[in-house]
Each structure stands twice: as C-alpha cells, then as structure tokens.
C-alpha cells in the first residue's frame, strides 16, 4: 500500500514537473513569436526612415538649410532623424541577438521575457518618433508641397505612395497588438501547446524542418540573397528577412498535425511568360509538401511556353492550352480541372517560400471550419542595371479586417489559399476584370467569415516593366477598376454573397433544439426560419418543452411557415414515448443541425445518424456543464461513457448534469462542430465552423421605423439619452453598473431602458434597489426589438470577466445593434475584444465606471465621430449576422457535412451506451 501511494505521489510531481516545463516552453515560443514580430516592424519602420530620408525633395532643402545656416551663421542641424535611426539600427542589431540567446534558455524567468520585450516595443518607439520628427518639420512639409504642385503641373506622376504608409500601417497593428507571451501567462484563455507526444509526428516535423535547411540555394532563397545584395538598406531588410526565417521552423512545428500530405491544386495563369515560367515552378517543385498538382492555364501565348511546360517531364504538372481571355477566365478554367481539396495561387511573376505550402495548408487543415488563408508577401522590383539598387514596393500583410480591405487590396493573390468547396459554392473570379481579380475575390471569400492570417512573408512578387504585367499596363482604367471591385461588395451587403447549389446540397434540414421554453431558443428559430426562407429547402424544428411556459415569450405570436414538433419535456420512462417520436421526425431528413450538446438535442441527434445515417451539425454555444452554476464554480469536464453508473437515478432526468456531463464527451468526439465564438473554437480543438446569432434584416432595417415616433410611443422625451440593456437581467452582465452610470452622469437626460426576455432573481433585485429610477419593458415579440433598439442611444454590453461562462458567449444584444447602427460598449471579453479592435464597438474595461462614463459622454457629444462606427457596424451585421449570411454559411457547413457520411463512431458509441441505460 505504501509503494502504491509513493508511486501516485512521484506520478503527480512529474505531471507537475511536465506540466511547468510545457509552460516555460510556451512562454520561450511565445516570446520569441513576439521578438519576431517586432523585429519585423522594427525593419519597416527602419526601410521607411531610409525612404524618407532618400526622397528628392528633403535631400535638396536640408541640402539648402545647411547653405542658409552657413550664410546667416546660425547653428546648423548636426544630427539627423535618419542618423539616430542609422545607431538605432546599430543598437538594435546587437540587442536583438542577446534577446534571441536568452530566449533559449529555459532558466530564463517571465519577468526577464517581459523585459526584453518591453526594450524591443522602447526601440520600436524611438524608431517612430524619427519618423514623426521627419514627417513634421517644416522641411519635409516644404518638400510634400513642392511635390504635390510638379504633380498637379503634371511634371510628376500625381499619385504616389507616401514612404510613411508603412510605418503608419505599422504603429496602428502595434497599438491593437496582443503580445502572445501576455496570452501564456494571464487567465485568460489560450491556446493549447502544440507539443505533441507522437514519435512518428515529432519525426515527421523534424524531417520538414530538415529538408527546408536543404533549400538554401533554391530559387527563393537565391533571390533573397540577391535581393540583399542590391537592397540599399541592406540592415533594415536583413532584421526583417532574419525574423522572418527564424519564425518559420516554429510555425511548421505548429501547423504540421498529421503525416500525410492532401491534394493541393495549383492554378497558374500564363500569357507569353515563356522567359520567366520556369522560376515559378520551380519554386513549386522545391516546396516541403510535395503532394500537389499544377495547372498551367495558358491563355493563349504565342511564344514557346507549351515547348517548355513538356520538357518539365513531371506528371504533376497538367498544361491547359485556351483561348485568349484573360486571366481571370483562364484561372477559373483551371479550377474546373482542379482535384485536390486544397487550393492555391502562383503566378508566372513570383515565389514562394519553400515552407509556403506545408504553411498554409497546415494553418487550413488545423483549422477545419475556416475557408482560406492568406500570409505577407514581399512587393519587389529588381533594377534592369546589376549596378543599381532594387528598389523595394513594400513589406505587405496586415491583420485582417474586412472595412479596411473593401477600402484598399492588402491579400496578394499568391499569398492566399482556400478549401476547393468555397469555390464550388461561391463561385470564382469575374471574369470581365481586367486586373484586381485577387481583391475582388478575397473581398468575396472573406465575407461570412474571417480568413486565417499567417505573420510571416511567404511569398515574393516580383515587377518588371519589360514583363508586361497587368498591373502595370496603360491601357486598363485602373480607377474604373477599383470602383467595379467596390461595388462588386457592395452589391453582396443588398443582394447577400451570390452561392451555388451543389449536388451535395439537403433538400430536407431537421433543426433540433433541446428546449423550446427558453432564451436558447431563439437560435433554433432564427436559423430554421432563415433556411426556409430560401425556398430551397423543406426545413423542420423539433422541440422538447422542459418549463412551464408554452413557448418562449418572444416567439408566443409567431406562426411559422415551416413544419414544427413540439414535444412535452419529462423525466424517464414518461419521456420515451414522445422521444421515439421525435427521433422519428429529426432522422427524416438530409442533415441535422443540432443546437446545444444537450441530451434532448445532441443524444436525439446521434440516436437518428445511428439509426437512419442522417449527417449531423452540433453548434456549441455555451459551457452547458455550467451556465446554472455559482459565478466562482469550475467547470465540470465531459464524462466518458464507459464511466457512466446506468442505474443512477440523475439520468431520469434528460436535462440533468449528467447528461450534459456524458454530452459534452460526445460532442469533443462530433467530426462537425459549429460555434460563434473563438475560445469554444479553441475549446474544440479550432476546428469549428462559424454561425453568429442570426436576425432577420426585413425587421432589422433602420430605413424601415421612424425613429422620432417610435421614441414617442416608449415615452422617451426629445433630448432624452437611453441607455439600453435587451435580455436577461443577470449581475454577471453588468446591469447594476448602468444604473450607477446614470446616478454619476447626475439622472436626466440620461436614462436606463431594460428590456426582460423573461424574469430572473437579479431582476427582481435589481427592482427593488433601484425603484422609481429605471425603466424595464415586459418581454416583446421578437422582432419589436428592432425597434427599440433603434429608438436607443447606446447599448451597453458588459459581461464580467470572473465568470467563466461569459468568455464562451455572443449574446443576441449585438446582433439587435449591429443591425440597427446603436453604439455599443462593450469590455475586452472574447470576440467583442477583437470586434472592439477592429473598430466595430468602443472597449472599456470591466468595472471601470469612469472610463464608462468619459466613453458615453464622447459617444453622446460627438456623434458625427461615431457614425462610421455604427455604418461599419451595420455592414458586418449584414455580412455575419443576418439571414442572408446564415443561408451562404449553411450550404458551407452542410457540404462540410456530407463528408462525414454514414454512422459516426460516437453516434455508435452513444447508441450502445443509451441500450444499456435503458436495460438498467
């Protein structure tokens, strides 16, 4: 007995030991993630210094002040913004090697990475305040104006791109940076530790990495040194190649989580490029991953490039002769031919990094439920003299954000890939662009759902004036262009994204939802009817009834235009017979969308795939193991089946914790998952489509009210500023906080408006407490909502942090205000933080009334400020939230769905399971 306890005793020390070593791994892999994105920036910031610096105009008048100082004898400008930049540089280089060695000591402690980080954002900083001392003396000033007059004169070109773009670009990505060291060592969720104890995977990495190191003298590689030798700042290019190079065996270590290899397609579009084609396959040829196809579509060249496509020899590469179209039309040739489930893009012009592929499609494959990709790309253009410097277009990528990118293109076409399906059900490029096909197509792929987003240059364009390239060409009205590109998104915010139907899509759709008589509800609802709604599909809802309200307030009016089935809710035996009823309903049917891993939803939905084969669709959108637990309760994990007593007597209760507990293992088990918000998506291994909180846009339609009368109707005075707060009254949504801003505003024109979708206990309180100084309006019909909303002034939005299940939810509070362009304020909490970043909403922190209040005070005083804000946020509303967008989204995730055919082991598994409690 003693030995046994001593052995537990050393199991759970080395679980600790293994444990805390993962940990410092992690945060040394993050630091080191985060050093490589600064080093990155700090380059930029260096390469557009040097552009500053070597503009015409500030050479000649600092030039001229140096002769005026001599004239009028008065001291003269000894030291430059750019000679501080040159030591800073200097400086930088010597410091960043001993961050890097100290990063690979695994003595070395959080504090001491904190630390080194912090020097590198100071450097980062001193970089910028070069810049900003260049950009606002009188000098470069005088210099902007000379240049903008030749331009106007037309003795210059009048458009041309500005040498602080860049940097600017930069300082904006570095004030919404979340540093990845922050996210290893804070509560809040992160994500799990790519470390996987498989031999044969570890080997396999291994062996990548190996072969990459191999590739030195390949053509990328070959180029890059060339690119070095004739790059002017050749100090500022190197930190941004070596952070870079250094980022990429971390980021195949991390994308690599299987040993085969799927099909990737190639498409190549050619015309007359028989001079240069053979670079970019071998660029292909010289990639990690191996197992790919090309497509040479050729669009009718008249020189030699079919002569030269047959000496390749490779039964890999296919060659397509058409035509003379266009590129766009060639390229969607191609992907008509193209077989594997992956695709990408390269260019006759360009290079990939050797790792490109294994890259991207690992980030792809990691992440199942996302639909495309895209990295940085390097934007050169060698000089035609070996004498002259090459001249660099800029370093390009950026983090994604959909307004910025309908206002100007930053995914390069050979830096994008995505799953062969987007292209069956959206369709491909237009073909009667003449150049720009890569923005017009990323706009569209991008719509319903953010694309992953890889740091690192992956990818090289490559101009030439003697190539004839699009982008160059004289003859195509590139303002025309980009107005068609525009419009193009445009047209998807009216008209939705255009999709096909495919042979795979259902004709019959079950939606399941576990209750009926409360707020979860509404998603069910919302989603079914959408699906109806496009007249391509007979949609049906089963229901259980678990409460004692008939039906959940918001929807006792509603009459649906599509079947439902309601059943009453209650404890075993007396729940068989209207279970085995239901189970009839939801298996007739081409695929199941299941909301909720719940036994009345999850267990029904594998019960009919083990019975009838139906394809099922789990969204998870909430920790069901513990939304009724106290605030501070952990939650409780999954249960496996086979640790399940049958005979306890809380599994007569299908909605009990049990049941929850044993569905919760059975949906980490689901091969399809869907979610809206990112930390169920890593809690499910980021493997998870997205469908957000659906409304209808008939109703959620500002152009549809008028706001002034429907402010009449609900008593709110002219002049009179509502705060309002729609849904369930619960603490843990910060409802007392809006009461207390408006006591620290000083009370009118300022006022609380509470909606209730259905009392709670904190209502109650909350009535009692504050009596005669807020307003609760009972329970409305689910789309009069719409109408409150738009009659509001601001939506606050607080979730408290200390409550585990607020990091896992989207509540339906956003939709209503997106949709109805009401400002929201919200905390830095799960996807409302990214949202707040990307300038959707304002972000305040939990708790902070203060800060709250200086937030509604800007909000209400300066509202032209926030106008854009709230446009943006009607547009995003129109792009992830509404109708439109959930019926594009569904045909994704039901193609998606049809390649988990037949009987699903964990559908088998719970069957078994489910016989054997009921012999009990």
Same mark, same amino acid.
């Given at each position: 007995?003693?030995?046994?306890?001593?052995?537990?005793?050393?199991?759970?020390?080395?679980?600790?030991?293994?444990?805390?070593?993962?940990?410092?791994?992690?945060?040394?892999?993050?630091?080191?993630?985060?050093?490589?994105?600064?080093?990155?920036?700090?380059?930029?910031?260096?390469?557009?210094?040097?552009?500053?610096?070597?503009?015409?105009?500030? $050479?000649?008048?600092?030039?001229?002040?140096?002769?005026?100082?001599?004239?009028?004898?008065?001291?003269?400008?000894?030291?430059?913004?750019?000679?501080?930049?040159?030591?800073?540089?200097?400086?930088?280089?010597?410091?960043?090697?001993?961050?890097?060695?100290?990063?690979?000591?695994?003595?070395?402690?959080?504090?001491?990475?904190?630390?080194?980080?912090?020097?590198?954002?100071?450097?980062?900083?001193?970089?910028?305040?070069?810049?900003?001392?260049?950009?606002?003396?009188?000098?470069?000033?005088?210099?902007?104006?000379?240049?903008?007059?030749?331009?106007?004169?037309?003795?210059?070109?009048?458009?041309?791109?500005?040498?602080?773009?860049?940097?600017?670009?930069?300082?904006?990505?570095?004030?919404?940076?979340?540093?990845?060291?922050?996210?290893?060592?804070?509560?809040?969720?992160?994500?799990?530790?790519?470390?996987?104890?498989?031999?044969?995977?570890?080997?396999?990495?291994?062996?990548?990495?190996? *072969?990459?190191?191999?590739?030195?003298?390949?053509?990328?590689?070959?180029?890059?040194?060339?690119?070095?030798?004739?790059?002017?700042?050749?100090?500022?290019?190197?930190?941004?190649?070596?952070?870079?190079?250094?980022?990429?065996?971390?980021?195949?270590?991390?994308?690599?989580? $299987?040993?085969?290899?799927?099909?990737?397609?190639?498409?190549?579009?050619?015309?007359?490029?028989?001079?240069?084609?053979?670079?970019?396959?071998?660029?292909?040829?010289?990639?990690?991953?191996?197992?790919?196809?090309?497509?040479?579509?050729?669009?009718?060249?008249?020189?030699?490039?079919?002569?030269?496509?047959?000496?390749?020899?490779?039964?890999?590469?296919?060659?397509?002769?058409?035509?003379?179209?266009?590129?766009?039309?060639?390229?969607?040739s191609g992907l008509a031919h193209a077989k594997g489930a992956y695709v990408a893009y390269l260019d006759t012009d360009n290079l990939w990094h050797p790792a490109y592929l294994h890259i991207m499609i690992g980030r792809l494959i990691r992440h199942a439920g996302c639909y495309c990709a895209y990295a940085k790309f390097i934007d050169v253009e060698p000089a035609e003299d070996a004498s002259e410097n090459w001249q660099l277009k800029g370093y390009n990528g950026?983090?994604?954000?959909?307004?910025?990118?309908?206002?100007?293109?930053?995914?390069?076409?050979?830096?994008?890939?995505?799953?062969?399906?987007?292209?069956?059900?959206?369709?491909?490029?237009?073909?009667?662009?003449?150049?720009?096909?890569?923005?017009?197509?990323?706009?569209?792929?991008?719509?319903?759902?953010?694309?992953?987003?890889?740091?690192?240059?992956?990818?090289?364009?490559?101009?030439?004036?003697?190539?004839?390239?699009?982008?160059?060409?004289?003859?195509?009205?590139?303002?025309?262009?980009?107005?068609?590109? $525009?419009?193009? *998104?445009?047209?998807?915010?009216?008209?939705?994204?255009?999709?096909?139907?495919?042979?795979?899509?259902?004709?019959?759709?079950?939606?399941?939802?576990?209750?009926?008589? $409360?707020?979860?509800?509404? #998603?069910?609802?919302?989603? *079914?009817?959408?699906?109806?709604?496009?007249?391509?599909? #007979?949609?049906?809802?089963?229901?259980?009834?678990?409460?004692?309200?008939?039906?959940?307030?918001?929807?006792?009016?509603?009459?649906?235009?599509?079947?439902?089935?309601?059943?009453?809710?209650?404890?075993? +035996?007396?729940?068989?017979?209207?279970?085995?009823? /239901?189970?009839?309903? &939801?298996?007739?049917?081409?695929?199941?969308?299941?909301?909720?891993?719940?036994?009345?939803?999850?267990?029904?939905?594998?019960?009919?795939?083990?019975?009838?084969?139906?394809?099922?669709?789990?969204?998870?959108?909430?920790?069901?193991?513990?939304?009724?637990?106290?605030?501070?309760?952990?939650?409780?994990?999954?249960?496996?089946?086979?640790?399940?007593?049958?005979?306890? +007597?809380?599994?007569?209760?299908?909605?009990?914790?049990?049941?929850?507990?044993?569905?919760?293992?059975? &949906?980490?088990?689901?091969?399809?998952?869907?979610?809206?918000?990112?930390?169920?998506?890593?809690?499910?291994?980021?493997?998870?489509?997205?469908?957000?909180?659906?409304?209808?846009?008939?109703?959620?339609?500002?152009?549809?009210?008028?706001?002034?009368?429907?402010?009449?109707?609900?008593?709110?005075?002219?002049?009179? #500023?509502?705060?309002?707060? /729609?849904?369930?009254?619960?603490?843990?949504?910060?409802?007392?906080?809006?009461?207390?801003?408006?006591?620290?505003?000083?009370?009118?024109?300022?006022?609380?408006?509470?909606?209730?979708?259905?009392?709670?206990?904190?209502?109650?309180?909350?009535?009692?407490?504050?009596?005669?100084?807020?307003?609760?309006?009972?329970?409305?019909?689910?789309?009069?909502?719409?109408?409150?909303?738009?009659?509001?002034?601001?939506?606050?939005?607080?979730?408290?942090?200390?409550?585990?299940?607020?990091?896992?939810?989207?509540?339906?509070?956003?939709?209503?205000?997106?949709?109805?362009?009401? +400002?929201?304020?919200?905390?830095?909490?799960?996807?409302?933080?990214?949202?707040?970043?990307?300038?959707?909403?304002?972000?305040?922190?939990?708790?902070?009334?203060?800060?709250?209040?200086?937030?509604?005070?800007?909000?209400?005083?300066?509202?032209?400020?926030?106008?854009?804000?709230?446009?943006?946020?009607?547009?995003?509303?129109?792009?992830?939230?509404?109708?439109?967008?959930?019926?594009?989204?569904?045909?994704?995730?039901?193609?998606? /769905?049809?390649?988990?055919?037949?009987?699903?082991?964990?559908?088998?598994?719970?069957?078994?399971?489910?016989?054997?409690?009921?012999?009990?």
């Amino acid at each position: 007995m003693r030995a046994r306890i001593i052995n537990v005793v050393n199991f759970f020390k080395a679980c600790r030991f293994n444990m805390l070593e993962n940990v410092n791994q992690a945060g040394r892999n993050a630091h080191r993630q985060d050093l490589n994105t600064l080093s990155g920036w700090i380059g930029i910031l260096f390469e557009s210094a040097t552009r500053m610096n070597d503009h015409w105009w500030w $050479r000649i008048l600092l030039a001229s002040r140096r002769i005026i100082s001599k004239l009028l004898m008065i001291r003269s400008l000894k030291v430059t913004p750019f000679d501080q930049s040159l030591k800073l540089m200097d400086h930088w280089e010597h410091l960043e090697i001993d961050m890097y060695k100290r990063s690979e000591k695994p003595q070395t402690s959080f504090d001491d990475l904190k630390k080194d980080r912090s020097d590198a954002e100071e450097i980062l900083m001193q970089f910028n305040d070069q810049i900003t001392r260049m950009r606002k003396s009188i000098w470069w000033r005088l210099g902007l104006f000379l240049r903008f007059t030749l331009g106007a004169l037309k003795l210059k070109k009048r458009d041309f791109r500005m040498p602080t773009v860049d940097s600017d670009e930069v300082m904006k990505r570095y004030k919404k940076w979340i540093p990845a060291l922050s996210t290893i060592s804070s509560h809040s969720e992160r994500q799990p530790i790519i470390d996987s104890m498989d031999p044969i995977l570890s080997q396999h990495r291994d062996k990548i990495i190996e *072969a990459l190191d191999g590739k030195n003298d390949g053509v990328y590689e070959t180029f890059i040194l060339k690119l070095l030798e004739h790059h002017k700042n050749v100090s500022s290019m190197r930190a941004v190649l070596e952070a870079n190079k250094r980022s990429v065996p971390d980021l195949l270590r991390q994308n690599i989580e $299987r040993t085969d290899e799927p099909l990737v397609s190639i498409i190549m579009a050619t015309f007359n490029r028989a001079a240069i084609i053979e670079e970019a396959i071998d660029s292909i040829k010289e990639q990690t991953w191996q197992n790919w196809e090309l497509l040479i579509c050729d669009d009718g060249s008249e020189d030699n490039t079919g002569e030269i496509i047959a000496a390749q020899n490779d039964s890999r590469i296919r060659y397509f002769r058409f035509e003379h179209g266009g590129a766009a039309k060639a390229r969607n040739s191609g992907l008509a031919h193209a077989k594997g489930a992956y695709v990408a893009y390269l260019d006759t012009d360009n290079l990939w990094h050797p790792a490109y592929l294994h890259i991207m499609i690992g980030r792809l494959i990691r992440h199942a439920g996302c639909y495309c990709a895209y990295a940085k790309f390097i934007d050169v253009e060698p000089a035609e003299d070996a004498s002259e410097n090459w001249q660099l277009k800029g370093y390009n990528g950026q983090e994604y954000n959909f307004e910025r990118l309908h206002e100007k293109n930053y995914i390069d076409l050979n830096a994008f890939t995505h799953r062969k399906y987007i292209n069956q059900i959206l369709g491909g490029f237009t073909e009667d662009l003449p150049r720009l096909q890569d923005w017009d197509l990323a706009l569209k792929y991008t719509y319903i759902r953010d694309p992953l987003y890889i740091n690192t240059f992956l990818a090289i364009c490559r101009r030439n004036k003697k190539w004839d390239q699009i982008s160059t060409a004289k003859d195509i009205d590139h303002s025309a262009v980009i107005k068609r590109v $525009r419009q193009n *998104a445009s047209n998807y915010f009216s008209q939705g994204l255009p999709y096909k139907d495919t042979h795979e899509q259902p004709g019959k759709i079950t939606v399941i939802s576990w209750d009926i008589c $409360r707020n979860h509800f509404s #998603k069910a609802y919302n989603v *079914a009817e959408a699906l109806h709604q496009t007249g391509k599909y #007979k949609v049906r809802l089963v229901g259980f009834r678990f409460f004692n309200t008939p039906i959940f307030e918001p929807y006792a009016d509603v009459t649906p235009d599509f079947e439902t089935f309601y059943f009453s809710g209650a404890k075993f +035996p007396e729940f068989n017979n209207d279970f085995n009823y /239901a189970l009839e309903k &939801a298996g007739d049917a081409d695929i199941i969308y299941c909301i909720k891993p719940r036994f009345p939803s999850l267990g029904l939905a594998l019960l009919a795939n083990n019975r009838f084969g139906t394809p099922v669709a789990l969204e998870v959108n909430d920790l069901e193991t513990m939304i009724e637990q106290p605030i501070h309760t952990e939650q409780q994990e999954g249960v496996s089946l086979d640790d399940v007593d049958c005979s306890d +007597p809380e599994l007569l209760n299908p909605r009990s914790q049990i049941w929850s507990r044993i569905m919760e293992n059975c &949906a980490q088990k689901m091969p399809l998952i869907v979610t809206h918000n990112k930390n169920l998506d890593t809690r499910y291994g980021n493997r998870t489509f997205c469908l957000r909180n659906p409304k209808d846009e008939k109703y959620f339609n500002p152009d549809a009210y008028d706001r002034d009368s429907i402010r009449m109707e609900l008593g709110i005075a002219p002049g009179e #500023k509502v705060i309002l707060f /729609a849904g369930l009254l619960r603490r843990h949504k910060g409802i007392r906080y809006i009461v207390e801003l408006i006591r620290t505003l000083g009370g009118p024109p300022y006022r609380a408006l509470f909606v209730s979708s259905l009392p709670t206990s904190d209502q109650k309180d909350l009535e009692e407490k504050y009596k005669g100084e807020i307003t609760i309006l009972p329970p409305q019909g689910r789309n009069n909502i719409a109408r409150i909303n738009y009659a509001s002034d601001a939506v606050i939005l607080w979730l408290n942090p200390n409550n585990k299940p607020s990091h896992y939810q989207m509540p339906y509070k956003i939709t209503d205000a997106f949709a109805m362009k009401v +400002p929201v304020i919200a905390n830095d909490i799960s996807d409302l933080g990214d949202l707040g970043r990307q300038g959707y909403l304002r972000l305040v922190e939990y708790g902070n009334l203060e800060a709250l209040k200086n937030t509604v005070l800007d909000i209400f005083k300066q509202p032209e400020n926030h106008r854009e804000m709230v446009e943006a946020g009607r547009r995003l509303y129109l792009r992830q939230f509404s109708y439109r967008s959930t019926q594009t989204n569904f045909s994704i995730i039901a193609q998606a /769905a049809h390649q988990h055919h037949g009987v699903l082991p964990v559908a088998k598994e719970f069957a078994e399971f489910f016989t054997r409690f009921h012999r009990a």
